[in-house]
């Protein structure tokens, strides 16, 4: 299983995923950086966000309401993002790829 996370500079980051795991805990377990996940995943700090290209986002369960509130609220309203933390990986998302912005409002 792999994922990887680009870097709004275009460095690439490509780990071996567990399934299970949220997006964003494969990322802080593995010590991508740009993923500050300051809530530890309790969807209340908007530092873990990611965008997805639309055919990964309809690999993935659809945001909660509350998860697009908190991303209204802490970005643009931009249709590919996410909190990677309320994302848990699947091997249908085998081979994701995300990108991340270039900086955690918090
Ligand atoms: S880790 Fe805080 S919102 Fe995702």
Same mark, same amino acid.
């Given at each position: ?26 990322? !802080?377990?593995?010590?991508? #950086?740009?993923?500050?996940?300051? /809530?530890?995943? =309790?969807? @209340? ?28 609220? !802490?970005?643009?309203?931009? #249709?590919?993002?996410?909190?990677? /933390?309320?994302? =848990?990986? @699947? ?16």
């Amino acid at each position: 299983m792999k994922i990887t996370y680009i870097e709004s500079d275009g460095t690439p980051h490509t780990v071996d995923a567990t399934i299970g795991w949220s997006i964003m805990e494969n990322a !802080v377990k593995n010590g991508v #950086p740009g993923i500050l996940a300051e /809530c530890g995943g =309790s969807a @209340t700090c908007g530092t873990c966000r990611i965008y997805v290209e639309a055919d990964w986002q309809g690999k993935m369960s659809p945001p909660h309401p509350d998860e697009t509130t908190l991303l209204e609220y !802490v970005e643009e309203e931009r #249709p590919d993002a996410r909190l990677s /933390c309320q994302v =848990s990986m @699947t091997e249908s998302l085998n081979g994701l790829v995300v990108r991340m912005p270039e900086r955690q409002y918090s």
